[in-house]
């Protein structure tokens, strides 16, 4: 038996095999704003730090902008029918704060709140419930200019705009999620320079890191204040594994888990900062740009937590880059990180376990007891993808990676986790940041060319896998007619 969707191709009927999951539990997608809209001067938008990182020779592979991106400003409609036909309870989008407020600051823009009014309807009337980000990593340009997020004012900014966001969504929008990974806008944008705005610094990447929680709590109190919502945050919290037993090894674990970890889980969710931070930073962590009060603001109540998996990280003990304790970058702290190399690797490099996606979501669950329920509100995988001589995209890999994660999510649920939901990264092939375009996660290919959007196999399974899921929850149960 098989089906035909809107995209005029033939999919088979759900089979048995796919992971189980609860009655209730969300399915949904995931992108980000720069990396899909394009638009970068439609509608009186400004700048973001990434539209200027881009322009910066050498940052980004193939000189790549997010200047057009997916086009998604203008074809959202057509994106929004591939979410209805995939049959997705959830969609994750970011909202780009230069849209809302040019310059980070002052009055909205009209036109470009007028944008996420009509995706936002588009998507109730196609059935699918939005999710929407508030940041995902598009600061504007003009608030960097003024310090970025190493000063407080862009954690006040955020409130701001956060406010004006929900007046205006709040009536339908009705999951919010305030910021994206805040670990790779703080530490990969402050300290590594591998991402905008492309600082390698110590103690000023340490109060992005500060500021960005802080802007998160008075984000969270904006929303409150708007009315009847759910509130979370994102983060993306690794899997650290020791190279060795070795007390070196261990103790670079430790700091590792400072960096990577504890330093946003411990004050939104345990009222603390990291116990080692001392040893992981030594007098870079001045806490200079700490308030009294901070603690409390940061650790409101959530109504769950967003978590991004795509690998686990192998740690071993370093020396120090640098030898002058002064002139360390934040991320510098005697640790050295590298893959597997026993198993499979993406076209990004990182391994394929999905096993460690399970001991993950344990440990954060036997670790914060008051842990809210989980989202995961990014997992995914980027491959070769090739269109075959039947015009279509066969990406098996994909598939094998989504099929085993999945049950990987679902051995931890069995185990207790309380997770309710899993969005797939990413609805559409896209501007994979530094990458540019040079990599695929999206389970619907792209042609950046002509922009043609064309369902791959993996969008098809994650299709099946979906009905799958609702046939076997709507299915009455059986009567035993034995007689006893």
Not at 30 to 41: F, R
Not at 55 to 68: E, W
Not at 302 to 308: E, K, S, T
Not at 444 to 458: A, H, I
Request: aromatic content about 10%; overall charge negative.
């Amino acid at each position: 038996m098989s089906t035909s969707d809107s995209t005029g191709a033939t999919t088979a009927a759900p089979a048995a095999g796919f992971p189980e999951f609860p009655p209730g539990f969300a399915f949904g997608a995931a992108t980000a704003s720069y990396q899909i809209e394009g638009a970068h001067d439609v509608g009186g938008r400004g700048p973001s730090i990434w539209d200027t990182y881009c322009r910066q020779p050498g940052k980004v592979a193939g000189g790549a902008t997010g200047d057009v991106a997916c086009d998604h400003y203008h074809r959202y409609r057509e994106d929004v029918a591939l979410l209805r036909d995939l049959g997705v309870d959830d969609y994750r989008f970011s909202i780009a704060w230069p849209r809302i407020q040019p310059t980070g600051s002052g009055p909205a823009n009209a036109e470009g709140l007028a944008f996420y009014d009509r995706l936002v309807d588009e998507l109730l009337a196609a059935g699918v419930r939005p999710a929407a980000t508030l940041y995902h990593w598009d600061l504007p340009q003009a608030l960097e200019d003024r310090g970025g997020w190493r000063v407080r004012e862009t954690a006040e900014r955020f409130a701001e705009y956060t406010a004006i966001v929900a007046d205006r969504l709040g009536d339908r929008i009705k999951r919010w999620i305030t910021l994206n990974e805040p670990f790779c806008a703080a530490f990969v944008g402050y300290a590594i320079g591998r991402h905008a705005p492309g600082a390698k610094e110590g103690t000023g990447a340490l109060a992005a890191a500060h500021h960005l929680l802080v802007g998160h709590g008075l984000a969270v109190r904006a929303l409150r204040a708007a009315g009847d919502c759910e509130v979370g945050v994102t983060l993306n919290p690794d899997r650290l594994l020791p190279a060795t037993d070795s007390a070196a090894d261990l103790a670079a674990v430790r700091r590792a888990d400072t960096l990577h970890n504890a330093v946003w889980f411990d004050p939104i969710f345990a009222g603390r900062y990291p116990e080692h931070e001392a040893e992981t930073w030594g007098p870079l962590a001045d806490g200079s740009y700490r308030r009294d009060g901070d603690l409390a603001l940061i650790g409101a109540p959530l109504d769950f937590v967003g978590v991004n998996y795509y690998r686990p990280i192998t740690i071993a003990a370093a020396p120090h880059r640098e030898p002058d304790p002064a002139a360390r970058t934040a991320v510098d702290i005697g640790a050295a990180e590298s893959w597997r190399d026993d198993v499979r690797h993406t076209t990004m490099g990182w391994p394929v376990v999905p096993e460690a996606f399970t001991e993950l979501l344990l440990d954060l669950d036997a670790r914060y007891p008051n842990l809210p329920p989980l989202y995961i509100t990014e997992n995914g995988s980027a491959e070769a993808d090739t269109v075959a001589a039947d015009g279509q995209v066969h990406d098996a890999d994909r598939v094998a990676y989504l099929r085993d994660h999945l049950a990987a999510l679902a051995e931890a649920v069995r185990a207790g986790v309380d997770v309710r939901g899993y969005y797939v990264w990413s609805l559409l092939d896209n501007f994979e940041w530094a990458f540019g375009y040079d990599k695929r996660f999206g389970i619907v290919r792209v042609d950046y060319d002509t922009l043609e959007r064309l369902p791959k196999d993996s969008y098809r399974w994650y299709q099946d896998m979906i009905r799958a899921h609702r046939l076997r929850h709507e299915r009455p149960a059986a009567t035993d007619h034995r007689q006893d």
